[in-house]
């Protein structure tokens, strides 16, 4: 189950700007449904245009789907833990996550970098054990 939970982190990570995207579109897609047909569907309609945004913008989005047509499920909260985990980080080692999860080779980030390519895979392993407690805690994966 573990390597399950690490393979489904690593995918959110080398996802995380199709997330993002796919995030803004649902939102933006939301409202502009909600704006046409005066409610999303099975919500009632509401005429302040204000606390109508409002209610959009709090209401969770339950899945996305991908480009590539992977479903992601909670994407807000796999964005969460993303961030939070590049926040704990330093800025040079967030640095060669970020350029791995990319699609770079750990070939090509240590060149780029200047550090050992065991070093890129370290930071990953650092990364990728961070964020799958995290999605645990938020309930986005299970390790028995």
């Known amino acids: 189950m573990r390597i399950k939970a690490y393979g489904i982190v690593d995918r959110m990570f080398r996802n995380q700007h199709s997330i993002e995207t796919a995030v803004l579109e649902a939102r933006s897609v939301g ?3 909600c704006n046409a047909r005066g409610g999303g569907s099975g919500t009632p309609h509401i005429s302040d245009p204000t606390a109508r945004e409002a209610i959009e913008n709090i209401m ?3 899945a996305v789907q991908l480009p590539n047509g992977y479903i992601v ?3 807000e909260n796999w964005l969460k833990v ?3 985990v590049y926040s704990e980080m330093a800025e040079p080692d967030r640095q060669v996550v970020q350029m ?3 699609g770079k080779s750990a070939i090509a980030v240590s060149i780029e970098c200047h550090v050992y390519e065991s070093t890129v895979y370290r930071l990953r ?3 990728r ?3 799958t407690e995290l999605a645990c805690q938020y309930g986005l994966v299970r390790v028995a």
């Open 129 to 131: 054990h961070m964020a």
């Open 125 to 127: 392993s650092e990364c």
């Open 31 to 33: 409202r502009a449904s």
């Open 82 to 84: 993303i961030h939070y």
């Open 73 to 75: 499920r909670d994407p």
């Open 60 to 62: 969770p989005i339950s």
């Open 100 to 102: 791995f999860y990319s």
